[in-house]
Every structure is written in C-alpha cells, then in structure tokens.
C-alpha cells in the first residue's frame, strides 16, 4: 500500500472530501474521475456481499472502472463476508468492499473492536496487508455499524428501553419481550449477538432469539413487532426512518467502526496504482446520509442498484452521462 494510505481515514477523508467540494471532480472546467486513467487491456472481477449496500458499491465500481476502459466481470451479490473474502483471496474476484470492522473482528480474528474510526482504518489496513497481502484503499466516511432497533410504534414498556444496557432490565421485568429478529451470521460473529451479550452483561433465552436466513426481512419483522420487538439493523440502511424504527443507544460502545472501504490484494494495486486515484475522491463524499439515501432508493423505492449507482456517480460529476453504460 502506497504511502499516502499511512493517513488515518478521517484526515485523508477530509482532504478529499474539500478537493471534491472545491470542484476538481466532475466540474465543467476539470477532468472526471477517468480522464486521466487508462486501464485499457486491464481484465477486473468485482465482488460484494448479498445486500443493498454491498450491490450498490460494487455496482459504483463497476461503473468506474468500465469508464475507465477495464474489462469488468460481475461477481456481485455473493452470499456472506466469507464467501466474498474467499473469492479476492483465491483470485476469483480482484476486489470488493468490505467495512473495517469486520476486517478487523471477524477477518482478522481479533477479540476486540476499536470504535474511532480512525484508528481501527490504520489497524486493520496494516496488518491485513502484513498477514495476508490485501490493501485497504479509498475509505468512506460512513459508519455502517451495527445497531439494534425497535418500532416506535411499540408499546409502552418497550419506549422505557432506550439503551442496550436497557435490555436487562427489561430481561429480569418482561422477558417474554425481550425477542431479538438476527441474521444467522450476526447470531455468530464475534462482534454480532455473542459479544454483545458478553459486553452488556446479559443474555437472551435461546427461544427470545429468532434468526432469519435473510436479512431483508429483519426490519418488516421488526416494524410489524408480531416476530419480535427488537431486530438487528445498520445505521446506514433507509429502512430504519422509511419503517419509523428507533436505534437503541450503544451506550458500553460495543460496536466497532465500520467504514467501508475498497479492498483488493496489494500485487493488483502495486501494478495499477491509479486505483486509488479513481476511487479516494469517490469513497469521501460516501458519507452515512448519502449511503442512506441511496440505499433507501434501493431497499424501500426498488429502484434498480444499477440506476441509482450511476445516478450518483453523474450527480457528484465523477462521471458524464457519456460515460456510464446506460
């Protein structure tokens, strides 16, 4: 990873996000983010995970890099972290974006979270490009952690419950209330379900947890409360307002920082180090309300990923309608 990436991600955010602000990207007097890239010749596959946001990033990549003249394979919407991380290691895809924290936790395997995003960007970056070869590169600002949230609509022994820490109190008073919609790999990462519990100090019964194969379905669960009162959510998703869904406080700071960022192994970004020239700028105005409303374009409008993926990047001047494959 090149010297520049030693920065921790809120300073090489912010430079970015004035260079963006100062109209050197996508302005009628200056370059796109392309112009002075050339990957002709360049064969890319781009991965991601299976849910909007992921589809979404991947789908921005896509986009780029074709404009840039790569040849493109899409590999988007894989099943899980695992699977995704599989593919670039093995070579099947040559990068993804994954989100920082669970670089660090589920990845790595280290046992605790760092919550400055800062912080956990440098450490993870690092030691993910010592161990294993893999560069970290163009990190957004957003802070797609983890969350749990209930429906304000809920009843009003649940509206006394405004913190995890919360929860056990409402455990020991009502625990048939206590019911938890999870996705089956947050009832097992250790910085889902497992940890959580051990963080805060309590534990839900096996029967108040329920978890669904799918992640789509946790905030409908949540919002109709007939499943569960409570549901595994991200910060960044537009369902949370679009279904009237209020965030319970982390108040022990369990969660760990999750920027996404774009990874790829170090050999690909060591020969075409203008990656991060095409990316950084884009990653920086990637921040949590932005990644909100497009996510919400997607989950709750169903617009198609790849029509809102190029709306933005032609709103934000990365690229000309001339240069997106509509």
Known sequence: ??????????????????IAACGSIGSDETETVVESVDLSGVEVTVGSKAFAEQELLGQITIE??????ATVEDRTGLPSTSAARQALESGATDMYWEYTGTGWLVILGQPNPVS???????????????????????????????????RNSASEGLTEVE?????????QQS?????????????NRP?????LERAYGWRLPADNVITLDQEDLLYPAVAKGSVCNFGE???????TDALDLRLLEDDEDFFAAYNPTLTMRQELLDQYPELEELFDPIAAVLDEQTLRELNTRVDVDNEPVEEVAQDFLEDEGFLTPQQLTR
């Open 163 to 171: 913190t995890l820490s919360d929860l056990s109190d409402l455990l």
């Open 1 to 18: 990873m090149s010297a520049t990436r030693a920065a921790p991600v809120t300073a090489a955010v912010v430079a970015l996000a004035t």
């Open 191 to 195: 910085d889902g379900l497992p940890g």
């Open 116 to 150: 400055d995003p800062g912080e956990q960007y440098e450490a993870v970056a690092a030691k993910d490009r010592q161990e294993n070869g893999i560069a970290w590169v163009a990190p957004a600002p957003a802070n797609n952690t983890y969350a749990i949230a209930v």
């Open 64 to 69: 780029v890099l074709q404009a840039a003249g």
């Open 175 to 187: 625990e048939e209330q206590a019911t938890l919609c999870v996705a089956s790999e947050f009832a």
């Open 233 to 239: 959510v991200f910060r960044t998703d537009g369902r």
